[in-house]
């Protein structure tokens, strides 16, 4: 019987160095795929420190719909935002008073620093839209919750809110109304509630907000930084003894030498690649014939967002999610239904050099309105310097076709008199486009309306 012959590779191919620096290399990918969410995190709690120059307890929110200088995962431009962040390590229990939604609605969620969604607030909330004060209780609480509070329990310290005032119409008197709403958002320590602090508002309209993760070395000195803010998960114990490889271990500050860094630098680099890639195929479709991607797997949906099964917990799922989202809900609704893609209608990649069109059919299934916006593939954030995020059915310039229909032109520059119509990408950059309706109607679930694929036309 003949052998085969096994190469010594240790002795042979490669040296001590080069193994340890391989092995070094495969775990740092796999720990900024494990830890995207909570260095996603840490990347909107610094904007909000840093740009916002806000502190625990304070609002920020923005006065008009967000636009281009407003960088968080996937936002859109239709609505007002508001933000907050809560430390229950520095403050202890933490009372968010949410106002009762009169004149306007108000909906979001609260997450921990994983961001998984704790809880709802609005019409899915335990307030039912009638407004309350909802206790944030920091890991392994056993005190007692006073009377006339929501409990909401969380297995971390940190954790973030985002809501959104809705107005009924775009009137001055019905935007009034919505911003109301955000001035009774308020966020204290339980200790201080028999005479809360006075809040601050922070306006961000116009101002830069980058919450956007870096894909360079700050990535694994922010993952470091969370792992010694935030207790040890039993389903990540395993984790964070790779980590120690990497020099990321609790209780110690993370100091990687020169050569550390460079593996890094190139580990960060493969990782941000990996999620561009399978971003583009994270989906399923929603037409069989067609390009449009439901973009939240149903391990999203099953799970609550914590990504976890019965038999598995979904890692790449979790990491490529919140590389491209933030903020889930802990109850999806009906109110909203999104599609994105990746693709033209041969299946080509969309590049930001090339231009296109998707002809969106009449009669659109949407009972308030439809929007489409573009984001940069390489952020998942809105294109940074556009002058212009999305079109949407209430704009009353876009030019409609005589039977209803509407082209939307994608590309960086606008074919003559579409400037209306035109959405603006970046040569070399790859992009793609969320098209969402608000108030989805009966021919959308029943398939009987559908949206065409995205054309590269000359």
Same mark, same amino acid.
Request: proline share 7%.
């Given at each position: 019987?003949?052998?085969?012959?096994?190469?010594?590779?240790?002795?042979?191919?490669?040296?001590?160095?080069?193994?340890?620096?391989?092995?070094?290399?495969?775990?740092?990918?796999? &720990? /900024?795929?494990?830890?995207?969410?909570?260095? *996603?995190?840490?990347?909107?709690? $610094? @904007?909000?420190?840093? +740009?916002? %120059?806000?502190?625990?307890?304070?609002?920020?929110?923005?006065?008009?719909?967000?636009?281009?200088?407003?960088?968080?995962?996937?936002?859109?431009?239709?609505?007002?935002?508001?933000?907050?962040?809560?430390?229950?390590?520095?403050?202890?229990?933490?009372?968010?008073?949410?106002? &009762? /939604?009169?004149?306007?609605?108000?909906?979001? *969620?609260?997450?921990?620093?994983? $961001? @998984?969604?704790?809880? +709802?607030? %609005?019409?899915?909330?335990?307030?039912?839209?009638?407004?309350?004060?909802?206790?944030?209780?920091?890991?392994?609480?056993?005190?007692?919750?006073?009377?006339?509070?929501?409990?909401?329990?969380?297995?971390?310290?940190?954790?973030?809110?985002?809501?959104?005032?809705?107005?009924?119409?775009?009137?001055?008197?019905?935007?009034?109304?919505?911003?109301?709403?955000?001035? $009774?958002?308020?966020?204290?320590?339980?200790?201080?509630?028999?005479?809360?602090?006075?809040?601050?508002?922070?306006?961000?309209?116009?101002?830069?907000?980058?919450?956007?993760?870096?894909?360079?070395?700050?990535?694994?000195?922010?993952?470091?930084?969370?792992?010694?803010?935030?207790?040890?998960?039993?389903?990540?114990?395993?984790?964070?003894?790779?980590?120690?490889?990497?020099?990321?271990?609790?209780?110690? $500050?993370?100091?990687?030498?020169?050569?550390?860094?460079?593996?890094?630098?190139?580990?960060?680099?493969?990782?941000?690649?990996?999620?561009?890639?399978?971003?583009?195929?994270?989906?399923?479709?929603?037409?069989?014939?067609?390009?449009?991607?439901?973009?939240?797997?149903?391990?999203?949906?099953?799970?609550?967002?914590?990504?976890?099964?019965?038999?598995?917990?979904?890692?790449?799922?979790?990491?490529?999610?919140?590389?491209?989202?933030?903020?889930?809900?802990?109850?999806?609704?009906?109110?909203?239904?999104?599609?994105?893609?990746?693709?033209?209608?041969?299946?080509?990649?969309?590049?930001?050099?090339?231009?296109?069109?998707?002809?969106?059919?009449?009669?659109?299934?949407?009972?308030?309105?439809?929007?489409?916006?573009?984001?940069?593939?390489?952020?998942?954030?809105?294109?940074?310097?556009?002058?212009?995020?999305?079109?949407?059915?209430?704009?009353?310039?876009?030019?409609?076709?005589?039977?209803?229909?509407?082209?939307?032109?994608?590309?960086?520059?606008?074919?003559?008199?579409?400037?209306?119509?035109?959405?603006?990408?970046?040569?070399?950059?790859?992009?793609?486009?969320?098209?969402?309706?608000?108030?989805?109607?009966?021919?959308?679930?029943?398939?009987?309306?559908?949206?065409?694929?995205?054309?590269?036309?000359?």
């Amino acid at each position: 019987m003949k052998t085969t012959h096994v190469p010594n590779l240790l002795a042979k191919d490669f040296s001590s160095e080069e193994l340890h620096r391989r092995t070094l290399e495969r775990r740092a990918v796999e &720990a /900024a795929i494990w830890g995207m969410p909570i260095v *996603s995190f840490d990347a909107t709690r $610094q @904007a909000f420190f840093r +740009d916002a %120059g806000a502190k625990y307890g304070d609002i920020v929110f923005l006065s008009q719909p967000s636009d281009g200088k407003f960088l968080a995962t996937t936002p859109n431009n239709q609505s007002r935002y508001i933000w907050l962040q809560f430390n229950t390590h520095v403050d202890g229990p933490v009372v968010l008073e949410i106002p &009762a /939604a009169v004149g306007a609605g108000l909906f979001g *969620s609260m997450l921990d620093a994983w $961001q @998984a969604p704790l809880a +709802d607030i %609005g019409p899915a909330g335990d307030d039912q839209g009638k407004g309350g004060k909802y206790l944030l209780l920091p890991p392994g609480f056993e005190g007692d919750v006073p009377a006339g509070y929501f409990p909401v329990r969380s297995e971390t310290y940190n954790g973030y809110a985002v809501f959104r005032p809705i107005s009924q119409s775009s009137s001055k008197a019905d935007v009034a109304k919505a911003l109301a709403l955000v001035k $009774q958002v308020k966020l204290y320590p339980l200790s201080k509630a028999a005479n809360p602090p006075a809040t601050r508002y922070v306006d961000m309209v116009g101002k830069l907000f980058d919450g956007i993760v870096r894909f360079d070395e700050s990535f694994y000195a922010s993952l470091a930084r969370m792992v010694n803010e935030e207790p040890v998960l039993p389903r990540d114990k395993q984790m964070l003894g790779m980590l120690r490889t990497l020099g990321i271990e609790k209780g110690k $500050q993370f100091k990687p030498d020169a050569a550390t860094q460079a593996v890094l630098k190139q580990a960060i680099s493969e990782t941000h690649a990996w999620f561009m890639d399978r971003l583009v195929t994270y989906g399923e479709r929603f037409w069989p014939d067609a390009k449009w991607d439901v973009l939240v797997p149903p391990i999203a949906a099953t799970s609550g967002f914590t990504f976890e099964a019965a038999d598995y917990f979904d890692v790449d799922a979790r990491g490529i999610g919140y590389f491209s989202f933030c903020a889930p809900p802990k109850k999806l609704g009906a109110a909203t239904v999104y599609f994105g893609a990746f693709f033209d209608g041969h299946g080509q990649r969309l590049g930001g050099e090339n231009a296109y069109r998707l002809r969106v059919p009449a009669n659109v299934p949407a009972k308030q309105f439809w929007a489409v916006t573009v984001y940069s593939l390489e952020e998942a954030t809105f294109i940074r310097d556009s002058a212009r995020q999305s079109i949407d059915s209430y704009d009353q310039k876009v030019k409609k076709n005589a039977d209803g229909s509407v082209d939307i032109y994608f590309g960086p520059k606008p074919p003559a008199g579409q400037e209306a119509n035109w959405l603006p990408t970046v040569a070399g950059k790859g992009w793609y486009p969320i098209f969402r309706f608000y108030g989805p109607e009966k021919p959308l679930f029943e398939k009987t309306w559908k949206l065409p694929d995205i054309e590269k036309v000359k």
